[in-house]
């Protein structure tokens, strides 16, 4: 079975740009999870996404959006992007349906966005 | 609001060591507890979970942890680390919801 994948890997951004990223879940998985991780400050969650809707959400600020599929695949925007948006952004999916299967997250390689 | 401290930023331990990394959280309700590990060039892969019962839980490669409720922690435990052990760990916690809380992670350098 295919692991998670994420698309672009690499992206280089200027500052007040904005940006789209790419999360394919594994098949069957239905939840799709964002982080931003930076050195220091390890994974922070920036949101969940069940059945396209979105269902938990992270301390970050609007210009940090998230959209989910009708195929579970998910996209992540940051608009009018800024020199600390500099991450690794990484994705993961995982069961639902419930009990402890469900909490079990598989993340994908990440995206690693420079902005200049 | 929820948080996780590890509190070992840097660890460098000779092979055979025995390893202890510290994890302590901060919610009073019930929580799901998480190690994961970040090898070099690697995904981040889960390494044990713990939901309920026996606060002792086994993971992969021979780590283990233990739950303390009483001290909010869940450290990580493996008896010999081997060098294949270097890595990146992260201690995440749940509280029911699927919003996970992350450690900032423990970098771990076992030395041949």
């Known amino acids: 079975k295919a692991g998670v994948t994420q698309t672009p890997r690499y992206l280089i951004k200027t500052r007040g740009q904005q940006v789209t990223l790419s999360c394919s879940p594994i098949?069957?998985?239905?939840?799709v999870s964002w982080y931003q991780q930076t050195p220091g400050q390890g994974l922070q969650f920036l949101f969940e996404?069940?059945?396209?809707?979105?269902?938990n959400k992270g301390n970050f600020p609007g210009r940090f959006s998230g959209r989910q599929f009708s195929n579970s695949r998910s996209e992540m925007n940051v608009s009018t992007l800024e020199l600390g948006d500099s991450a690794l952004y990484l994705c993961?999916?995982?069961?639902?349906?419930?009990?402890?299967?469900?909490?079990?997250?598989?993340f994908g390689p990440g995206t690693r966005l420079t902005v200049t | 609001a929820q948080s996780v401290s590890q509190h070992n930023h840097h660890v460098i331990l000779s092979e055979a060591a025995s390893l202890e990394l510290g994890c302590n959280y901060s919610?009073?309700?019930?929580?799901?507890l998480f190690w994961y590990v970040q090898y070099p060039g690697q995904h981040l892969q889960l390494l044990l979970k713990?939901?309920?019962?026996?606060?002792l839980v086994k993971g992969i490669k021979g780590f283990e942890a233990e739950f303390i409720k009483s001290k909010f922690s869940f450290n990580l435990r493996k008896p010999s680390v081997q060098w294949s052990d270097t890595a990146e760990y992260f201690c995440?916690?749940?509280?029911?919801?699927?919003?996970?809380?992350f450690g900032t992670g423990t970098r771990l350098k076992v030395l041949a």
């Open positions: 995440a916690v749940t509280s029911g919801t699927y919003k996970y809380i």
């Open positions: 713990y939901f309920s019962g026996d606060p």
């Open positions: 919610y009073g309700g019930t929580v799901n």
């Open positions: 098949s069957g998985h239905r939840s």
């Open positions: 993961a999916s995982s069961l639902t349906g419930g009990g402890r299967k469900a909490y079990e997250q598989y």
């Open positions: 996404y069940f059945s396209e809707t979105q269902r």
